[in-house]
């Protein structure tokens, strides 16, 4: 029998009865898909419901609830059964609960005990002990639910533990038909280690266990929350099924219900020192009830746990001449190097989603390159906690309540590149030639680019606010105009900011793709500002650099002078016209930039540079073009030869971006206010 929840319960009445039925009804027959044999290429299997809302199980589909499922003689679908001793939680909309254990075992049982609660609907829980936290939002009863992070494997059936189920009714004297809380992970083993494997774990770019509110939805199944926790309750990116394996045999895994641009599966073996993974870039959407099915994974006959470096993105261009792009990670410990891989696939997934990387993608290889960290999470700079002294590799810092003084040890960073990048190694590029993004294991709000004079870079990204939505703003007051003396200022009006679509929600994968994107690999500068202007005198110093920065921000307003006055000439109009009309619409002279409201100027409103879209502007791109043309060690190509090949759609005003949503899954907090970053650091080369 499982341990009950100890909280404040009603005196015990003992007896009391009711009814739980669990029919198991044969369902229609459905169409099939072919799967394809690929493991890593998610297909769900066809799902649907039948009878009170319960979700049904054809072929090898799970059961929708309860702590055990049996596959029938045939295997074209699943009983669901109870086991004596099963304990559910009920709470009233008090908070009040109380608990009611299974007297028998089988499809459709009693449950007795528990006390006689007033005051409905009543939500009820299983198993009892996964109730966590409870509390209200927006009049709203809200439930910390874990799904457990470690799992036991049972051949064909999902763990007792681990099958979460809630539902609502309107009074206790009501059958139960429960819905299952989580997602449902389905694979097969084969290959000649599997007899070995101990542990298999399953991570994500997101949490997938531990524990997650949820909420009745108005139908009263479960809904899950992922933009709200619980204070001391964590949740983890990963999730792992233990016991021993068979191969040929199928596993599941119970998972939380979310949307993935990136993942692993690691095989440990029985001395739990040695194991083989696969890492994937593949979106997944695991939603809630569904099963996705990974089919057979091949272990092969060996364990494989080397650090070597991973080519996650290699060059397709027919000239022998390629970017390189060096991924590094800073406090991540050796047993979380495979969620590292997994957050850097998926922030440079985000980079290269993004124009014009997105087509400019086949010039570049990325290495992702792996060291661990004696302790998790970065350094902070300003003494204000104890941990300060972090023991980080390459001793990333940042204030701990502010975002001044980010930096990392240059040394080691540009010296563990040149030691372990191939291309370096084999003489393909130089340091100065391979941007470095350094992906850090910490959730504070973070993002900084340090340049240096001979090209050189390295940026810091950590995973801020543990990967939860973050909003970037607007400015209410801009300069009057483009030619406006500093003073002279105007409102922005509500209508222009949903003109610009202000207001979106993004992710750390936003900072990466400005802070990475623009400043390490294209060289750009900011383009929003603060309430301080600089002088008109002012020149822009990096414009001279050996390698140029800031080329996308004027110091004169002049259309015959400012930086991108090659897009005014009359053939760059006219094919601008012919390809789409949103270059004409949002090109121009606006004032702001390089942190000053007065005396820089940028080409176009709204970008990337100000509020971390994945929009660079023309001009931004044609720059990061060239960017990457020089890094390919190519000749730069003109503005009208950049055109053909460019794609002027910005997905938050032209096609809008939604955020990819699991079933079941909603968002009723609002995301981090953030404000924008400081600006890079560019300094001289001392290395």
Same mark, same amino acid.
């Given at each position: 029998?499982?341990?009950?929840?100890?909280?404040?319960?009603?005196?015990?009445?003992?007896?009391?009865?009711?009814?739980?039925?669990?029919?198991?009804?044969?369902?229609?027959?459905?169409?099939?898909?072919?799967?394809?044999?690929?493991?890593?290429?998610?297909?769900?299997?066809?799902?649907?419901?039948?009878?009170?809302?319960?979700?049904?199980?054809?072929?090898?589909?799970?059961?929708?609830?309860?702590?055990?499922?049996?596959?029938?003689?045939?295997?074209?679908?699943?009983?669901?059964?109870?086991?004596?001793?099963?304990?559910?939680?009920?709470?009233?909309?008090?908070?009040?609960?109380?608990?009611?254990?299974?007297?028998?075992?089988?499809?459709?049982?009693?449950?007795?005990?528990?006390?006689?609660?007033?005051?409905?609907?009543?939500?009820?829980?299983?198993?009892?002990?996964?109730?966590?936290?409870?509390?209200?939002?927006?009049?709203?009863?809200?439930?910390?639910?874990?799904?457990?992070?470690?799992?036991?494997?049972?051949?064909?059936?999902?763990?007792?533990?681990?099958?979460?189920?809630?539902?609502?009714?309107?009074?206790?004297?009501?059958?139960?038909?429960?819905?299952?809380?989580?997602?449902?992970?389905?694979?097969?083993?084969?290959?000649?280690?599997?007899?070995?494997?101990?542990?298999?774990?399953?991570?994500?770019?997101?949490?997938?266990?531990?524990?997650?509110?949820?909420?009745?939805?108005?139908?009263?199944?479960?809904?899950?929350?992922?933009?709200?926790?619980?204070?001391?309750?964590?949740?983890?990116?990963?999730?792992?099924?233990?016991?021993?394996?068979?191969?040929?045999?199928?596993?599941?895994?119970?998972?939380?219900?979310?949307?993935?641009?990136?993942?692993?599966?690691?095989?440990?073996?029985?001395?739990?020192?040695? %194991?083989?993974?696969?890492? +994937?870039?593949?979106? /997944?959407?695991? @939603?809630?009830? &569904?099963?996705?099915? *990974?089919?057979?994974? $091949?272990?092969?006959?060996?364990?494989?746990?080397?650090?070597?470096?991973?080519?996650?993105?290699?060059?397709?261009?027919?000239?022998?001449?390629?970017?390189?792009?060096?991924?590094?990670?800073?406090?991540?410990?050796?047993?979380?190097?495979?969620?590292?891989?997994?957050?850097?696939?998926?922030?440079?997934?985000?980079?290269?989603?993004?124009?014009?990387?997105?087509?400019?993608?086949?010039?570049?290889?990325?290495?992702?390159?792996?060291?661990?960290?004696?302790?998790?999470?970065?350094?902070?700079?300003?003494?204000?906690?104890?941990?300060?002294?972090?023991?980080?590799?390459?001793?990333? %810092?940042?204030?701990?309540? +502010?975002?001044?003084? /980010?930096?990392? @040890?240059?040394? &080691?960073?540009?010296? *563990?590149?040149?030691? $372990?990048?191939?291309?370096?190694?084999?003489?393909?590029?130089?340091?100065?030639?391979?941007?470095?993004?350094?992906?850090?294991?910490?959730?504070?709000?973070?993002?900084?680019?340090?340049?240096?004079?001979?090209?050189?870079?390295?940026?810091?990204?950590?995973?801020?606010?543990?990967?939860?939505?973050?909003?970037?703003?607007?400015?209410?007051?801009?300069?009057?105009?483009?030619?406006?003396?500093?003073?002279?200022?105007?409102?922005?009006?509500?209508?222009?900011?949903?003109?610009?679509?202000?207001?979106?929600?993004?992710?750390?994968?936003?900072?990466?793709?400005?802070?990475?994107?623009?400043?390490?690999?294209?060289?750009?500068?900011?383009?929003?500002?603060?309430?301080?202007?600089?002088?008109?005198?002012?020149?822009?110093?990096?414009?001279?650099?050996?390698?140029?920065?800031?080329?996308?921000?004027?110091?004169?307003?002049?259309?015959?002078?400012?930086?991108?006055?090659?897009?005014?000439?009359?053939?760059?109009?006219?094919?601008?016209?012919?390809?789409?009309?949103?270059?004409?619409?949002?090109?121009?002279?606006?004032?702001?930039?390089?942190?000053?409201?007065?005396?820089?100027?940028?080409?176009?409103?709204?970008?990337?540079?100000?509020?971390?879209?994945?929009?660079?502007?023309?001009?931004?791109?044609?720059?990061?073009?060239?960017?990457?043309?020089?890094?390919?060690?190519?000749?730069?190509?003109?503005?009208?030869?950049?055109?053909?090949?460019?794609?002027?759609?910005?997905?938050?005003?032209?096609?809008?971006?939604?955020?990819?949503?699991?079933?079941?899954?909603?968002?009723?907090?609002?995301?981090?206010?953030?404000?924008?970053?400081?600006?890079?650091?560019?300094?001289?080369?001392?290395?």
């Amino acid at each position: 029998m499982k341990k009950k929840v100890f909280l404040s319960l009603m005196a015990v009445v003992p007896l009391f009865v009711f009814s739980c039925s669990k029919s198991i009804v044969e369902p229609e027959a459905v169409a099939t898909k072919e799967v394809e044999s690929d493991p890593w290429n998610i297909v769900p299997m066809e799902m649907h419901f039948v009878g009170n809302g319960d979700l049904k199980v054809n072929a090898d589909y799970s059961a929708d609830t309860k702590s055990q499922t049996s596959m029938n003689g045939t295997g074209t679908y699943a009983s669901v059964l109870w086991t004596a001793g099963d304990e559910i939680l009920m709470a009233n909309e008090a908070f009040n609960y109380t608990t009611y254990i299974a007297s028998a075992s089988g499809a459709k049982v009693s449950f007795e005990g528990g006390a006689v609660l007033s005051g409905g609907p009543y939500n009820c829980i299983y198993p009892a002990d996964c109730l966590k936290a409870y509390n209200t939002y927006n009049s709203k009863p809200i439930y910390g639910l874990c799904i457990p992070q470690e799992q036991a494997a049972t051949v064909g059936s999902v763990a007792e533990e681990a099958n979460v189920s809630f539902t609502q009714v309107a009074t206790q004297e009501e059958e139960l038909h429960f819905k299952n809380v989580g997602a449902i992970v389905k694979f097969k083993l084969s290959g000649d280690v599997v007899s070995s494997v101990k542990k298999v774990t399953l991570g994500g770019t997101d949490p997938i266990s531990g524990t997650f509110v949820v909420t009745p939805s108005d139908e009263g199944a479960p809904q899950f929350i992922t933009n709200i926790s619980f204070t001391g309750h964590p949740q983890f990116t990963n999730v792992s099924l233990t016991g021993n394996f068979e191969a040929g045999k199928d596993y599941y895994m119970v998972v939380a219900p979310g949307v993935h641009d990136s993942f692993y599966m690691s095989f440990e073996n029985n001395d739990g020192t040695q %194991s083989t993974k696969k890492f +994937s870039s593949k979106v /997944m959407t695991f @939603n809630q009830t &569904r099963i996705t099915d *990974f089919g057979t994974i $091949n272990l092969g006959d060996d364990f494989d746990h080397s650090l070597d470096p991973i080519l996650y993105i290699e060059h397709t261009t027919a000239d022998p001449n390629y970017a390189t792009i060096a991924v590094i990670p800073d406090g991540y410990r050796a047993e979380e190097l495979d969620q590292y891989v997994v957050d850097a696939q998926s922030g440079i997934d985000a980079l290269f989603n993004t124009e014009p990387y997105k087509s400019y993608k086949g010039y570049f290889n990325v290495w992702i390159l792996r060291v661990a960290s004696k302790e998790s999470g970065a350094r902070i700079s300003d003494g204000t906690t104890e941990e300060k002294n972090r023991d980080c590799y390459f001793q990333t %810092s940042w204030g701990g309540s +502010s975002y001044d003084n /980010m930096q990392a @040890n240059a040394n &080691r960073v540009f010296g *563990f590149v040149e030691e $372990n990048c191939p291309d370096i190694v084999n003489e393909i590029h130089s340091i100065e030639e391979v941007p470095v993004l350094i992906i850090i294991n910490d959730t504070r709000y973070a993002g900084m680019a340090w340049n240096y004079g001979n090209g050189a870079t390295y940026c810091m990204v950590p995973k801020s606010y543990g990967g939860g939505y973050i909003h970037w703003g607007y400015y209410n007051v801009e300069a009057a105009s483009s030619t406006a003396l500093p003073g002279d200022t105007r409102e922005v009006t509500p209508e222009e900011k949903t003109d610009m679509g202000i207001g979106y929600n993004g992710t750390w994968r936003n900072t990466l793709v400005h802070e990475f994107g623009g400043h390490s690999i294209g060289k750009l500068g900011d383009e929003y500002w603060y309430s301080s202007y600089k002088s008109a005198v002012e020149a822009i110093a990096q414009h001279s650099w050996a390698v140029p920065m800031m080329l996308n921000v004027s110091a004169k307003s002049d259309p015959a002078l400012v930086t991108w006055a090659d897009m005014y000439d009359i053939s760059a109009q006219e094919k601008m016209a012919t390809i789409s009309p949103k270059y004409n619409e949002r090109i121009g002279v606006f004032q702001g930039a390089d942190v000053s409201m007065f005396n820089r100027w940028r080409s176009e409103r709204i970008s990337c540079m100000i509020d971390n879209r994945f929009y660079f502007s023309t001009w931004q791109r044609y720059i990061i073009v060239n960017r990457i043309m020089t890094l390919s060690r190519l000749a730069p190509i003109d503005f009208l030869t950049f055109l053909d090949n460019d794609n002027p759609t910005d997905p938050v005003r032209d096609g809008g971006s939604p955020v990819m949503q699991a079933q079941g899954v909603i968002d009723i907090a609002p995301a981090h206010e953030a404000p924008m970053l400081p600006p890079p650091m560019y300094a001289e080369w001392k290395y």
